[in-house]
């Protein structure tokens, strides 16, 4: 097997386009009602080492006297390529299309009708602000009801206090200047701009409190003021990305300056959104500090009795096959068109599902139609051959899934607009499929699906969801009884006779899920011919807030743990797994876990690969952007005043991999970001050196200009490959 080759399955299973966004139109003719999808994708391109953007066009025809059947679809239009749009937003009433789009050093804001373009305002030229933000954190694009005034989050110039205001003086110009951690770091003093669009006025509104960083903003109604999400960033910014446990709240600012925080105080805030009506207003609302992702409540306020209430709560312990909580960022558009409903997805156990929950009833629908499905059996490629799907080799038995076309184990909401909902689905052996469906108009019915997009190939691979059960000397004291799950993906016929080498896959966070979906890069391993298990330890997402906080202070054992009894349960279930021929993966606390088994189980693997893992917490501690999470993941409180003690380095020192690392026998190839903000280089550099000192076989790859995620393509397409050729020449 070349390098070619191996470029070549990469690029196969990566370059599949993916959506990423939607939006719905809806026009009432003398004999049906015509709805326009626009689905927004993104794709990646090894040819020149980058990722494209597109978009693509449908025509639904419903039924006039039933507009919630769908009766044909007509053919998509051609893809179009979408270069250099940063945000975009379409207004409701007159449907004008709002782009920020980046041209060289430019950005330009531009207003499309349907005779073209009908203007267009170089923000850069006119000074107002530094650059837009487009991030998922802050960035915001948003009409007023009258579609005459546009509100965005751009950086503030700064003086020499740090906040806005003219140019910093010559004496300042090397003053620090706090950012707000990995991938966010040009990031530091955002402000709200409105875009006067009568007079082609661009303004910052003043009144947003000092300590505050305004973000996720948009109109109030009758668009006299603007509400939006402010992250308390005193007396020190903390990194935001992944971490939903910041101290923020929810303020209303009205044009003339008068600011009121409306929500409560010291929690965490996130994803406003308001009802069609305009008469609610509902938002994610979380812990502060602990576990740096969470679940999460969905709060509503009633915007004319300024009343809160608890529209979803957390949820400590859902039962199997109960929906788990909510903990990912709504959807921009999830409301129903009466404002009864409201539309999102989120994690359950292993998978991934579209949820309703009704405001007055507070019951949450699971929308997606695939039917329960049995734990630890094997789903082949859809469609199933005989309807059918095999089970382990150890239970020799055949049942039948009646009415079950399609396995989909991850649906995720892009948006739901004149009740019709667009989704994304896929599997770990069929990449995302885009289909739309009206929501159930009553709670007995079921959504009709349609799909409006197929990918244009899927893969003969077979996979399966594994539930896991700690032992009793591993279950948890605090927390009894959790168990775990894990996802299991394999060649549907061996390369050759031998049995098939297994990778085990180590997702990072550790609040955080693998769930049953697409991912390149297992696809790829499993391509060349490894079987993959994605395992999701106690602490991961979907499993409810009792098994995220499970893992503070268990870090290095439980989750340890719980990774080796996951590969153990897979060994025993299925027989043509090699016990022999084992490597582990992963990333960030993935890379930590990959690191830890390697040397409390040196005997057990034959490779690692680890992509900025955490090595040793004590000399973490004063190097990431999320100090806080250092502290908690070993047990102990944060408070921002906090100085480290011996107690504290001790205690961070013993959860350390780098405790092992004088056991580790297995080869390891690590791959780091030159500027990664969470987790430091040098903590990859820290094990590479121990382990050169040893004569231990180790290979370094350094991307001096990538971040934690060493998310471009072409390092990317590097880390695969190395990672593939460092398998198959150890394992």
């Given amino acids: ?253 009205s044009l003339d300056g008068r600011c009121e925080c409306i929500s409560e105080d010291n929690v965490s805030v996130s994803c406003p959104r308001l009802s069609p009506d305009g008469s609610t207003l509902i938002y994610l609302q979380g812990r502060v500090f602990g576990p740096h992702n969470q679940c999460h409540s969905v709060q509503q306020l009633d915007l004319k009795s300024w009343k809160t209430s608890t529209m979803l709560d957390v949820v400590s312990r859902p039962q199997d096959g109960e929906f788990a909580g909510v903990y990912e960022a709504l959807p921009s558009h999830c409301w129903s068109a009466d404002g009864q409903k409201v539309v999102f997805s989120s994690a359950v156990r292993n998978w991934k599902d579209v949820f309703m929950v009704d405001r007055r009833t507070k019951k949450v629908t699971s929308l997606s139609d695939t039917p329960p ?139 955080s899920q693998f769930p049953a979906e697409w991912n390149s890069t297992s696809a790829g391993l499993v391509e060349l011919g490894f079987a993959v298990l994605m395992v999701n330890y106690r602490g991961s997402t979907g499993f409810g807030q009792d098994s995220i906080l499970s893992l503070i202070g268990q870090i290095g054992s439980q989750d340890v743990k719980d990774v080796q009894r996951a590969v153990t349960a897979a060994l025993q279930s299925d027989k043509t797994l090699d016990p022999k021929r084992l490597a582990v993966i992963g990333g960030s606390h993935g890379g930590f876990l990959s690191c830890h088994l390697i040397g409390q189980y040196p005997d057990f693997y034959r490779a690692c690969a680890a992509r900025n893992p955490v090595i040793n917490a004590a000399t973490l501690l004063g190097t990431s952007d999320i100090v806080d999470w250092r502290y908690t993941s070993a047990g102990f409180q944060f408070s921002y005043d906090s100085i480290p003690t011996a107690e504290n380095l001790a205690v961070m020192l013993q959860k350390s991999p780098i405790t092992y690392a004088a056991m580790i026998k297995a080869p390891v190839l690590l791959m780091l970001g030159g500027k990664d903000r969470r987790v430091s280089p040098h903590q990859g550099l820290e094990l590479y050196k121990v382990l050169k000192s040893r004569g231990s076989p180790v290979r370094l790859l350094w991307f001096p200009d990538e971040g934690h995620s060493l998310s471009r393509v072409d390092t990317q397409v590097d880390c695969f490959l190395n990672m593939v050729l460092w398998l198959k020449q150890h394992v």
């Fill in 1 to 253: 097997m070349d390098s070619d080759q191996i470029t070549g399955v990469f690029g196969k299973v990566s370059g599949l386009p993916v959506p990423v966004a939607a939006h719905v139109r809806e026009e009432q003719q003398p004999e049906a009602r015509i709805y326009t999808v626009t689905a927004e994708w993104i794709q990646s391109d090894l040819v020149r080492c980058s990722r494209f953007r597109f978009s693509q066009q449908w025509t639904l025809i419903a039924d006039s006297n039933n507009h919630r059947s769908i009766r044909t679809i007509l053919p998509p239009g051609p893809c179009a390529p979408v270069s250099g749009e940063l945000l975009s937003d379409i207004s409701p009433n007159q449907g004008l299309r709002a782009v920020v789009r980046e041209t060289g050093s430019q950005q330009l804001l531009e207003i499309w009708d349907h005779h073209g373009l009908r203007k267009c305002l170089n923000l850069s030229a006119l000074n107002n602000h530094g650059r837009v933000y487009d991030d998922a954190q802050f960035g915001c694009l948003s009409w007023s009801e009258c579609e005459t005034k546009l509100l965005y989050v751009a950086e503030g110039s700064r003086s020499s206090s740090g906040e806005p205001g003219e140019s910093t003086s010559r004496k300042d110009r090397s003053v620090y200047c706090e950012e707000w951690g990995e991938a966010l770091t040009s990031k530091s003093v955002p402000v709200l701009c409105v875009v006067d669009l009568l007079h082609g006025a661009v303004g910052v509104l003043q009144g947003v409190p000092p300590d505050v960083s305004p973000g996720q903003a948009l109109w109030a109604p009758g668009a006299h003021s603007v509400f939006f999400v402010g992250w308390y960033h005193e007396p020190f910014r903390l990194g935001l990305k992944f971490c939903s446990n910041r101290r923020s709240a929810l303020f209303r600012l």
């Fill in 373 to 511: 499905l049995p734990a630890e059996s094997y789903f082949p490629n859809t469609p199933l051959a005989s309807s059918s799907h095999l089970r382990h080799e150890h239970q020799r038995e055949l049942e039948e899934l009646s009415d079950l076309s399609k396995v989909y184990g991850s649906w995720k909401l892009l948006t739901v607009q004149r009740d019709l909902m667009v989704v994304c689905c896929s599997s770990p052996s069929s990449p995302p499929t885009l289909r739309v469906g009206f929501l159930p108009s009553a709670d007995c019915e079921t959504v009709t699906w349609r799909t409006l997009q197929a990918p244009f190939m899927t893969f003969d691979y077979l996979w399966t969801v594994l539930n896991v059960t700690p032992s009793s000397e591993e279950d948890n004291i605090t927390y009894p009884g959790l168990d775990f799950g894990a996802v299991l993906v394999k060649p549907s016929r061996p390369a050759c006779e031998s049995k098939t080498p297994l990778v085990v896959s180590i997702h990072g966070g550790p609040h």
